[in-house]
């Protein structure tokens, strides 16, 4: 496993486990982060960290990698099992989706959702 297939593991395991400030130290500080609920994109750590928090306020999302793979111009893509619940355990979404990483120094620069979610039906 490639050294960003390892961290990519990692930022999703930091996710699933509410672990946030271990999951903002692998991104860029001027990290661009696509905004799942809402669309469009938050610039920066202190944004996602606001991002998150809004939507664990709201819903129980748990994302799991299934494949990673690198692409040809360098990306590092993912395919992810989304399982989203209402804060009282309730299913409200089962879907496959794909996220796509960009690294700089180490760090995620970008992140991309490239197939259509229905996240941004539930989460209001």
């Not at 990698?65 to 990306?75: F, M, V, Y």
């Not at 979610?117 to 989460?123: D, N, P, R, T, V």
Request: hydrophobic content about 40%; proline content about 2%.
């Amino acid at each position: 496993m490639s050294t960003e297939s390892e961290l990519v593991q990692q930022l999703y395991d930091g996710f699933n486990a509410r672990n946030i400030d271990a999951v903002l130290a692998k991104l860029a500080e001027d990290v661009v982060w696509a905004n799942g609920m809402d669309g469009g994109h938050v610039h920066g750590r202190e944004a996602v960290r606001a991002y998150w928090t809004k939507q664990w306020a709201t819903i129980s999302p748990h994302v799991e990698p299934k494949q990673i793979t690198q692409t040809a111009d360098g990306a590092t893509s993912v395919e992810v099992h989304q399982i989203v619940h209402d804060l009282k355990g309730a299913l409200l979404l089962d879907e496959t989706v794909l996220h796509v990483f960009r690294f700089e120094g180490g760090k995620v620069k970008r992140f991309d959702i490239n197939s259509t979610s229905q996240l941004s039906s539930i989460a209001h």
